[in-house]
């Protein structure tokens, strides 16, 4: 059993403590994902596993052979062209020293996934009323696992209102 | 984190495939298990993963629903049938944690997270008599703003972290459990225990056991029902008081209420007293108060925790004000 990671496969680890977060960032070469709290408070290590957003710091790497990670590193073009998300992150200053940003923007990628399917929030008024209303208060609710110590919520939450209002989606 | 083995199951009959002396540790999520393991707070020989099992939601017989151990708190949040029939259930899980751990985190892990303050992750700097039985507790005479008013021993006064089990206890949940020889059922309210003098105890789960599910009985008022949670921030935070409430009003008279309370006590907490007080009697105001008082009248401070006493009084009152409506 692997682990594929941006479509690359890798070995599982033979110690099974070994942390999704750390299986990638000393095993793999993929520093993109950052380890800050390394208690599932921060956000910092946000990855996508099957495409829901998770901690890769509470995590074991074994629990995720044979199932598909992405990572910060999978998220721009091959060719190295910006994926529209971060280019929204640069325009609006969604960061100010750049550690959370990887987790920020993978986890704004699950989020638009989560939104999509109709999935309610703790501040979406009707639990049935299908999809709620993009809005400020919706993303700052379903960003709130991710934390930023500059204080760039603000941007960053301009930037994902500018990358769904432009409809990119994936 | 001290070296252990892992294996996947697949069903529940793997799942239980362990020899009967085994020290086999049940693996959901792993958002609470893994940071235990890692700081040292627990320690396991053998994780059996059973975040794989089916994770189905299904209709009961009596109108309720099965819930699978597996199925992941974001899956139950977003349930349909959850939101029409049981609004508070997903109002409750989605102000928990953050929509990482959601999506991690299963409904069996999420019951089985454990009591915890901050002295019982400190395995170097305090003593706590959750961690080793007969040590101490550095929280009471600490500081003391998250603990219980509700429910708390000499030796513990820790809270139950969880926001969907409150939602669970005023909906009369029951836990269905398999040791691979006998299955058996308890209601929530008898699956949790209170401190005592045994803090390590939390649940009356066996060794050895696995939590297959929850069932969640038919409850006609649960359909005007809601989750209110108090908190030092307005998202991912623990409860310093939270409140799952569910009013049904017939003729003038409150025909059923379903009240629980978080952040209040060892374990989620059935406001049994409160309930009594408001059965048969007009919704009002006085009615909610009184029901409130009822309940707290055997709250204990230490402290810190002093202000949750009349947080929860007021919060009681809001909350049953608002299911009430017009009728209050």
Redesign the interface.
Known sequence: MRITVNGTDYPVPDDVRVSLLDMLRERSGLTGSKLGCNQGACGACTVLLDGERVLSCLTLAVQAAGREVRTIEGVAAAEGELHPLQQAFIDHDGFQCGYCTPGQICSALGMLEEFRRGDPSHVTADLAGGQARFSHEEIRERMSGNLCRCGAHNGIVAAILQFADAGAGE | ?T????R?ATSTTEALAAAPDSSERF?G???NL??LL??NVEQADA?V?V?RLPASIDETEDGGLWVGAAVRN?AL??D?RI??RY?ML??AL??G?????R??ATVGGNLLQRTRCAYFYDVPGARCNKRVSGAGCDAIGGFTRYHAILGASEQCAATHPSDMCVALMALDTVVHLDDGNEKRRLPLSEFYRLPGNTPHFETELRTGELVTGIQIPSCRAAVNSTYRKVRDR???AFALVSVAAAMRVENGVIADIRLALGGVAPRPWRAAKAEAALAGRAPSQEAFRNAADAELADARALGGNAFKIPLARSTIAAVLGELAGDAA
């Open positions: 984190m070296p252990f083995s892992y996947v693996l999520g792993g958002t893994v940071d890692r700081q994780l993963d975040s974001t949040a977003a349909p939101g029409a609004p997903s109002r989605l102000s944690a953050s929509a990482q751990i999506n991690m307005s998202s991912y």
